[in-house]
């Protein structure tokens, strides 16, 4: 994959904030958006609201999470750093990470007993998104939650499953990928997903059959 320069990796930012904004997957000054750069991360500022980033006016951050420029980064800087440092030896290419407070993932966080959010219920979910575990309820920010998200990254990409996301219970989902067009493309199938299963609760999930086949033949990570 090509690597973008700061300015494309700005404006790709304010882009998805935007798009993600305007169809509703965050609302006021919910949710964050970071970028892994060479020598630290670009991160949305804490209380932006993602339908209306300025490129200049995005966190600088080195890679110590020091700020060196830009508006205040978001209290999540921490959290987006341990989950780039552990998902490193699994999908070392990966270099965005996405946080939003989706209604549906929301929504089924509350009645979810875990560990996972989601059965494999659609092919889609198994292939694009895979196994997404439920981390027990932590205020914002708080580092207990960045050390159980960090340890759940190793504990399944370790056992041949990495992870592309995560669930914060009460809060909202973690996604990432190798750049913010694809980090968001995860996060529409997580939500869409959760739509489907708070409309269908009793869907059964695919048969063993149905996932070892997506393995074979699309190489799904389940």
């Known amino acids: 994959m090509t690597r973008m320069s700061e300015s494309q990796a700005r404006e790709e930012i304010c882009r998805v904030g935007k798009s993600l904004f305007d169809r ?8 964050n958006i970071s970028l892994r750069m060479d020598d630290g991360f670009l991160i949305t500022p804490t209380d932006a609201c993602l339908g209306d980033l300025d490129p200049a006016r995005l966190a600088r951050v080195d890679s110590a999470g020091a700020q060196l420029s830009g508006d205040g980064a978001s209290k999540t800087i921490a959290l987006h750093a341990r989950i780039y440092s552990a998902i490193a030896r699994f999908d070392p290419e990966t270099r965005c990470v996405i946080h939003t407070h989706s209604t549906h993932c929301v929504a089924l966080s509350l009645q979810a007993p875990g560990p996972e959010l989601l059965p494999p219920i659609t092919p889609y979910f ?45 809060l909202g989902p973690n996604v990432w990928h190798q750049s913010p067009a694809a980090a968001m493309a995860t996060l529409e199938e997580l939500e869409e997903t959760a739509r489907l299963i708070l409309l269908q609760p009793l869907a059964e999930p695919l048969a063993d059959a149905h996932i070892e086949e997506l393995r074979q033949t699309f190489g799904a990570r389940w």
Not at 24 to 31: F, K, P, Q, R
């Open 24 to 31: 509703g997957y965050v609302h006021a000054t919910a949710g």
């Open 126 to 170: 198994v292939m694009k998104v895979g196994h997404v575990p439920l981390i027990g309820y932590q205020r914002p920010g708080a580092p207990a939650a960045a050390d159980e998200v960090a340890r759940v990254i190793v504990q399944y990409g370790e056992r041949g499953t990495p992870l592309r996301a995560v669930m914060l219970a009460r």
